[in-house]
């Protein structure tokens, strides 16, 4: 069964920090991973999808990378900004999709 | 192009009633997946439904129930409500078989049981 963790569970930086998340997965039998961010009580929106073929995905401030064979992905965010605030989920898809419990991002001005 | 929408965006029911979602997705697409979210369990998956017919299913009792119709537009069932349906439901749909697709998200229905 496949298992989907994140850490930091909670991060608060000061606006212009970079700063990464990660996404750790238990079967590494995924056909992609993707990103997302959720704003409070709003849906997810897709941030960058990688393919399981591929290493990494970039997309302004955002670059996303993919460890297949170790189970593991980050999300690099370059020159935070308070906008950038949210919770943030990756998951993974295999026979259908396994979320990760999220990180809460601060980032505060 | 219209995004994934879901209604009612917030519905009270009592234990023990039975509720319907409904999901239209972004035009085109043909795949339909619904989630559940609390604070508890996260993000799980319900099932997931492709022109017409169940491809997969979560880890969900029987209460739990969809169907997709021949316009892509989804419905998902709850029958005898429990406290703990309590959560924000979610729908998203994608382009086709899901490899390689994007999910897209609408912003929730979210079910209060009394």
């Known amino acids: 069964k496949q298992e989907v963790t994140q850490i930091p569970a909670a991060l608060s930086v000061p606006e212009g920090e970079n700063l990464v998340l990660n996404c750790s997965f238990t079967?590494?039998?995924?056909?992609?991973l993707q990103w997302f961010r959720q704003d409070p009580g709003k849906g997810l929106t897709s941030l960058l999808l990688?393919?399981?073929?591929?290493r990494e995905q970039t997309s302004g401030r955002l670059n996303a990378s993919l460890d297949k064979s170790s189970g593991r992905s980050t999300l690099y965010i370059a020159a935070s900004q308070p906008g950038d605030s949210a919770t943030y989920l990756c998951a993974v898809e295999g026979q259908n999709f396994v979320f990760g419990p999220g990180t809460r991002l601060s980032v505060l001005p | 192009k219209a995004g994934v929408t879901q209604t009612p965006r917030y519905l009270i029911k009592t234990r023990g009633q039975q509720v319907t979602l409904s999901c239209s997705p972004i035009?085109?697409?043909?795949?339909v997946s619904w989630y559940q979210q609390t604070p508890g369990q996260g993000l799980q998956f319900l099932f997931e439904y492709f022109s017409e017919t169940q491809r997969n299913k979560g880890n969900f009792p029987g209460r739990f129930s969809g169907r997709q119709f021949s316009n892509s537009r989804s419905e998902m069932n709850v029958s005898t409500l429990e406290l703990g349906d309590s959560a924000l439901y979610l729908c998203?749909?994608?382009?086709?078989?899901?490899?390689?697709?994007?999910?897209?998200f609408g912003n929730g229905t979210r079910l209060t049981v009394t």
């Open positions: 990688i393919q399981s073929s591929q």
């Open positions: 035009s085109g697409h043909r795949s």
């Open positions: 998203a749909s994608s382009p086709g078989t899901g490899i390689f697709s994007p999910l897209h």
């Open positions: 079967d590494s039998a995924i056909y992609n």
